[in-house]
């Protein structure tokens, strides 16, 4: 089974603070997808990476940044935490078919 | 136009009944195009996917493909209450030479005894 890792399930951030949001995947697939969930907006998309070191912008990327240093691993940025980035955050990783992490809740404070 | 639209909401059916849950999405290329069941407080989990036109069945789910009519739907046959969840619809857009995964905001489903 494929095995995706979110590095923490809850973390609560003061406003203004850098957060890091890690993600690792153990299939080797090329693919990877930050999203964030919010009541009534479904999952919009982040960013998204295609392959070490390649990272594309989603449809609400502002506020936010990536690194793929390691196919396995996709790191999500937020360079400086304000409170309307309380969300949840859900990484996948993708052969074609897409499988989720359990999810980060980040609340910011 | 949404990318990829779903009816929020909530769907409600007997225990035993037919659930149908659509979709609709804006691109003719999409290829790819998923169902996933994701219940409160949990990440999203798929479980289905078809790529070409037609029906695809796996146990009580059927999931329908129509590209003409850029319209996907879920039917889940001898619905159950553990099967009380939001469903997403998922397509596969090329966007900018890359491959996005775009998700509906989902359809809420409430099977009562």
């Known amino acids: 089974d494929v095995k995706v890792t979110q590095s923490s399930r809850y973390l609560v951030k003061r406003t203004g603070e850098k957060v890091f949001l890690e993600c690792v995947q153990d299939m080797d697939h090329e693919n990877m997808f930050w999203y964030r969930q919010d009541p009534g907006l479904g999952l919009r998309l982040i960013y998204f990476s295609y392959d070490v070191k390649m990272k594309e912008k989603g449809d609400i990327p502002e506020g936010y940044s990536v690194s793929r240093e390691k196919k396995e691993r996709f790191s999500l940025i937020l360079e400086s935490a304000s409170t309307n980035q309380t969300s949840m955050y859900l990484c996948a990783s993708s052969d074609n078919r897409a499988f989720f992490g359990q999810g980060t809740r980040l609340t910011v404070v | ?113």
């Open chain 2, 1 to 113: 136009q949404k990318e990829v639209e779903q009816n929020s909401g909530p769907l409600s059916v007997p225990e035993g009944a037919i659930a149908s849950l659509n979709c609709t999405y804006s691109d003719r290329g999409s290829q790819s195009f998923f169902w996933y069941r994701q219940y409160s407080g949990k990440s999203p989990e798929l479980i289905m996917f078809i790529y070409s036109n037609g029906d695809k069945e796996d146990g009580r789910f059927t999931a329908q493909l129509n590209k003409a009519s850029q319209y996907v739907s879920l039917l889940i046959r001898d619905s159950q209450p553990s099967d009380s969840a939001t469903y997403l619809c998922a397509v596969i857009l090329f966007s900018g030479g890359y491959n996005k995964l775009i998700f509906g905001a989902g359809t809420r489903l409430a099977v009562h005894p």
